[in-house]
């Protein structure tokens, strides 16, 4: 599955695995908004096996610039981890961190 992200976003493209396509759908989330957490992540941790986490931290979305352009969204994707291949250049999976520390790799700044 391919989404194209409006250039707004990002001037790009991205694939969905497999697994990737389930996760979106059991969690909810959206071609937008995965679009938005890879246009304007600022958190990226090395998952090993050419894999990154990809996120949107609570700092950058507590500015305004952000909340005045992204509204409603912003509290979203900044619940969103994407699990990209830099190998495959596709999405593997989607998350949503938990307080339990189960995703807390996938949270970590290098």
């Given at each position: 599955?391919?989404?194209?992200?409006?250039?707004?976003y990002?001037?790009t493209?991205?694939?969905?695995?497999?697994?990737?396509?389930?996760?979106?759908?059991?969690?909810?989330?959206?071609?937008?908004?995965?679009?938005?957490?890879?246009?304007?992540?600022?958190?990226?941790?090395?998952?090993?096996?050419?894999?990154?986490?990809?996120?949107?931290?609570?700092?950058?979305?507590?500015?305004?610039?952000?909340?005045?352009?992204?509204?409603?969204?912003?509290?979203?994707?900044?619940?969103?981890?994407?699990?990209?291949?830099?190998?495959?250049?596709?999405?593997?999976?989607?998350?949503?961190?938990?307080?339990?520390?189960?995703?807390?790799?996938?949270?970590?700044?290098?």
């Open positions: 599955m391919a989404y194209a992200i409006q250039e707004y990002c001037p493209q991205f694939q969905l695995s497999i697994h990737a396509q389930k996760r979106v759908r059991q969690r909810g989330v959206s071609g937008h908004l995965l679009a938005l957490v890879l246009a304007h992540a600022d958190v990226e941790t090395e998952l090993g096996g050419g894999c990154v986490g990809l996120r949107v931290s609570k700092r950058l979305a507590n500015r305004l610039d952000m909340r005045l352009s992204l509204g409603s969204n912003i509290e979203r994707i900044t619940n969103i981890v994407v699990v990209w291949s830099e190998i495959t250049a596709s999405i593997v999976t989607v998350l949503h961190p938990d307080n339990n520390g189960q995703s807390n790799r996938y949270l970590r700044a290098h």
